[in-house]
Structures are given as C-alpha cells and as structure tokens.
C-alpha cells in the first residue's frame, strides 16, 4: 500500500490501568480512526480491531479484527481514501 500523505500512530492514555492499548490514527492532523488491541478468549493471539471515522458525516465505522496490526492500519487509510468500498459494515 503506498499513500501520500504522513501517517501518525499515537497512543491513547488508557482510562483503566488494565485497559490494552489504543493507537489513534491521524493524516495530515485529522483522526481517521483507531486501532484497539485485544485477545479473543483464551487465545494467546493479540488482535487488532480497526474502527474508522466515517468522513461524510462523523459516524465510526466497525471494519473488523485482525491479528496484522500493519493490514489493519492500511485498511483505515483505505476505508479513509474510499469509503464506498467498505458496503456493509456496522456504522454506529
């Protein structure tokens, strides 16, 4: 995947200490989303669930879970760059 613009990573400040981490991802200084790190049951497998920022109106997006934190991260700037590609996923 190849973009344009710079990519920014920030950690979030969890609220709990026992809270697993939370990267916000931003171009150019706008929030596209947020990458959330979290286990499936008992699995020893970290995963990573991307949740991007509907553009048009606001709205975050649900796009789903993955165990490859960099794919996760190249479906945000995807679902930013072309939303319209993403029919079916959970709005909230």
Do not use: C
């Amino acid at each position: 995947m190849f973009w344009m613009h710079p990519v920014t990573l920030r950690v979030m400040v969890p609220k709990r200490r026992q809270d697993r981490p939370v990267w916000e991802i931003s171009i150019d200084g706008r929030t596209i989303g947020w990458l959330a790190e979290h286990q499936v049951g008992r699995s020893t497998v970290t995963f990573y669930n991307a949740t991007g920022i509907y553009r048009q109106d606001g709205r975050t997006v649900d796009l789903q879970n993955d165990s490859n934190f960099r794919h996760q991260l190249e479906m945000l700037i995807e679902f930013d760059q072309d939303p319209e590609r993403f029919r079916g996923v959970h709005l909230h």
